[in-house]
């Protein structure tokens, strides 16, 4: 294994100029997509480290892509990293992306392997809604690179190898308007429409495997105001599920539920896939890597294992067409949970500061060993093919 | 009025009162009126006329011709004989010796003037399948007019009964062990259970006076064990606007085949009745009420409400000219189907009602061969309502 000794020490020398950073960032959280000032003091800092930046990556204002080059022909490895808030703050921890993704590549780029190599960091907007990733990728960003890597907060810490698959459709029904009292008969309702697909969707969760996740939002069943007129109604319907063969059965039998509705009640559907997000396809190489540097940087609650959280991360979709791993790392006291107004709290202390430093040494560490030991990089990727095969042989199976 | 007809009916009065009486002693139920058609052929017989018992496999109906003269009106005269569960409670015990008698007075009456009577036994009103059956076996269409004779409350001719249709419906899905593998299963009954509720929703949305209705045959699956993956039923409708039959039979098979696509299950759907609604003839009307009047018939009402219920009559009255004289055998407000109606078959005036009954039809039809303009009128009329059906057909698909 490669000897990352450099590299920490290196991390540690500038640990606390990363620690102002993710404290910067923290105190001027930004919604998805409107990451503006975070995704400028992530770019210029790069652009001051001498990495080659191409500012709105995949056409996204709030997305970048920075490259470094040592020699030629070196393996390209990705970083990822994300920026946004939510509503009441930085209750996901991102605030600390930025600064531990650029503790690495800064000391890849100084301190690294001796071997050339490709350093390629993406910056991705929105990973609260679930849709940044997917539309770079839809836009052709991260064909560039070869193997990706995150790092997440998290109140333990390991190597993320599951996440939920799943789709939103964004639906509206549209029906006939007439006189309610006076003809009612001239009307078709879209609410009718709506409620019935609801009730079917209630019945499908005695038909799916455990764990499968069925929510959904209503937007519109006022029609024109002012007056009782029930005939458009617009609502999302959302499932999640880790079985992730399962994601286009699923998608399908729910429109089938929604065309059916508006069949039943004579009213037009129209349906918007407004969210596909892909579950985390594990690598095991990659994973183990990250786990060896783990325990030599001093990850505390350093867990073996991924325990399934519940939630969906638009670093499954990159986990979907390549080599990757993301790297939780502990910033808070275990028992509290991300997106709370506890763990606002938790963004600025000590620990969280530690955790930085230690989540650039792991992945700055993990790319190194990728670049130094090349049978690793092919092993990981050896591991990618034979699990999508596997993944659609079981997609296959369902079909039948 | 023809005298010789009224004389007549009165000398045979007695056989038609005691042969009323003896089907009503022996009642039968629905494609089982082996006796009361026998007993209705024999009479036939011995008057002369040809009878041919049985048509194809409906073998107890029958059909009697007796032909004056070459030419003329052929007039048909029809009855029925079957019963309900409880008896003769809807009074078709009294429509074979009504239509007997006024067939056989008809016969005698000694009228200058060629015709034929053609008197068609029907079984099975009650489940409204007889009277469909024989149409489409060519039955009827020989005929210039079509007379009955019903049992009820007041002596009068009703313009309207419910048009409508019975969809027999088996949802079959797919059975999967209920606690071990339900993901693997797909529930007819789910599917069954959002067709009444779709059917539910479509009551807000149909004219006034719509009935939906709908009753569940089965869906224990295998017995034994907890399989739902098979349900059947039967959905129907009813309403007295004989337009909307068509657009109510699309809708409803829309709600089962909507609930089939959002359940997942196959779909088999049979339409086992197709009831036409009453095409009202008022000169028909008019000509039997005239008649009634000049007999006193009992309880005569000549602004009764159309009830609530289907007859299949009324399919012969969209081939041609057609109306029930109806006669009065119980009091006012005694309901059809019911046992206290039971109490009125033999009664003093069920007796009364035969006898004029048989007069009312008699000098109908002997009023129609005196006087052809009436049946003109007749025809013209029905040709006008059929035109007017269609053009409210037209305009409710968008064809007009």
């Not at chain 1, 996204?60 to 470094?68: E, G, I, L, N, Q």
Request: negative net charge; glycine residues 8%.
């Amino acid at each position: 294994m490669y000897n990352a000794e450099n590299l920490y020490r290196k991390i540690d020398s500038y640990k606390t100029d990363l620690a102002n950073m993710a404290d910067d960032i923290f105190d001027h959280p930004e919604l998805p997509y409107e990451e503006y000032r975070s995704c400028e003091l992530i770019c210029s800092w790069l652009e001051k480290e001498g990495f080659t930046m191409e500012r709105k990556a995949g056409g996204m204002d709030t997305a970048f892509r920075a490259v470094y080059e040592k020699g030629d022909k070196g393996p390209a490895i990705g970083f990822v990293l994300e920026y946004d808030c939510l509503p009441n703050g930085h209750s996901c921890g991102h605030h600390m992306q930025g600064p531990a993704i650029l503790g690495a590549v800064k000391a890849l780029k100084n301190s690294g392997p001796g071997r050339p190599f490709k350093l390629v960091v993406y910056g991705t907007p929105a990973e609260e809604v679930l849709t940044g990733k997917p539309r770079m990728i839809q836009a052709g960003c991260f064909q560039d690179i070869e193997a990706a890597l995150m790092m997440h907060a998290h109140t333990n810490s390991y190597v993320g190898t599951k996440s939920m698959t799943g789709v939103n459709l964004e639906t509206v029904f549209t029906g006939v308007h007439a006189h309610d009292t006076a003809r009612p008969w001239g009307s078709r309702s879209g609410f009718d429409a709506m409620m019935q697909a609801i009730q079917a969707f209630e019945y499908l969760r005695g038909h799916v495997h455990d764990g499968t996740r069925f929510f959904y939002q209503i937007s519109d069943a006022i029609g024109l105001k002012g007056n009782p007129d029930p005939s458009r109604a617009a609502a999302t319907f959302s499932f999640r599920t880790y079985k992730m063969e399962d994601l286009q059965d699923l998608e399908e039998r729910s429109r089938n539920i929604l065309k059916g509705a508006a069949l039943m009640n004579g009213v037009k559907v129209e349906i918007e896939k407004t969210l596909e997000v892909q579950g985390t396809l594990p690598n095991e190489t990659i994973k183990s890597i990250m786990m060896h540097y783990a325990q030599e940087a001093g990850a505390i609650r350093l867990l073996p294992e991924h325990k399934a959280a519940g939630g969906s991360n638009d670093f499954g979709n990159i986990t979907q067409i390549m080599p990757a791993a993301q790297f939780f790392t502990a910033m808070a006291p275990d028992g509290i949970a991300l997106h709370t107004e506890a763990i606002l709290k938790e963004g600025k202390t000590e620990q969280a500061h530690e955790a930085v430093a230690v989540a650039a040494k792991v992945v700055a560490a993990t790319a190194a060993e990728l670049i130094e030991n090349p049978r690793h990089l092919e092993q990981a990727k050896a591991e990618f093919t034979e699990k999508k095969e596997e993944l659609n042989r079981k997609k296959e199976a369902l079909k039948i | 009025m023809e005298e010789k007809i009224n004389r007549y009916l009165d000398t045979i009065a007695p056989q038609l009162i005691e042969m009323a009486d003896d089907i009503f002693d022996h009642p039968e139920l629905p494609y089982e009126e082996v006796r009361s058609s026998g007993i209705l052929c024999d009479w036939l017989e011995k008057e002369g006329f040809t009878v041919q018992r049985g048509i194809e496999e409906l073998n107890t109906a029958f059909k009697a011709v007796y032909q004056n003269g070459p030419g003329g009106l052929n007039i048909g005269l029809l009855c029925e004989y079957d019963c309900l569960p409880n008896g003769h409670s809807c009074g078709h015990h009294m429509q074979g010796p009504v239509i007997l008698g006024a067939a056989a007075a008809l016969k005698n009456s000694g009228l200058n003037i060629p015709f034929t009577i053609t008197v068609y036994g029907t079984p099975a009103e009650e489940v409204l399948t007889g009277k469909p059956k024989m149409i489409e076996k060519g039955c009827f269409r020989e005929l210039d007019v079509a007379l009955m004779t019903h049992a009820g409350e007041y002596c009068c001719v009703r313009t309207q009964s419910l048009t409508g249709i019975n969809l027999k419906v088996v949802f079959t899905g797919v059975h999967a062990h209920d606690t071990a593998m339900p993901w693997a299963n797909r529930s007819g009954f789910d599917a069954f259970v959002l067709a009444m509720q779709g059917m539910e929703f479509l009551r807000g949305h149909v004219h006034d006076g719509t009935r939906l209705f709908h009753q569940l045959y089965d869906a224990i699956g295998v017995k034994g064990n907890t399989d739902p993956s098979r349900a059947e039923g039967v959905f129907a409708c009813r309403t007295f606007r004989l337009e909307d039959k068509e657009d109510l039979e699309k809708r409803m098979r829309n709600i089962l085949e909507g609930a089939a696509l959002m359940s997942g299950v196959k779909v088999e759907i049979e339409k086992t009745l197709d009831v036409m609604g009453t095409l009202g003839s008022e000169s028909l009307g008019k000509l039997v009420m005239k008649f009634a009047k000049e007999l006193d018939a009992p309880q005569i009402n000549e602004n009764v409400a159309n009830t609530g219920g289907s007859n299949d009559f009324a399919n012969i009255t969209h081939l041609l000219p057609g109306t029930i004289a109806r006669v009065a055998t119980t009091p006012p407000g005694v309901a059809t189907h019911s046992v206290e109606f039971l109490k009125y078959g033999k009664s003093q005036l069920s007796h009364e009602s035969t006898v004029i009954g048989a007069k009312i039809i008699a000098q109908a039809c002997a009023e129609m061969l005196k006087k052809p303009e009436i049946l003109r009128e007749v025809k013209t009329e029905l040709s006008r309502r059929k035109a007017e059906l269609a053009e409210k057909i037209a305009v409710l698909n968008g064809n007009a």
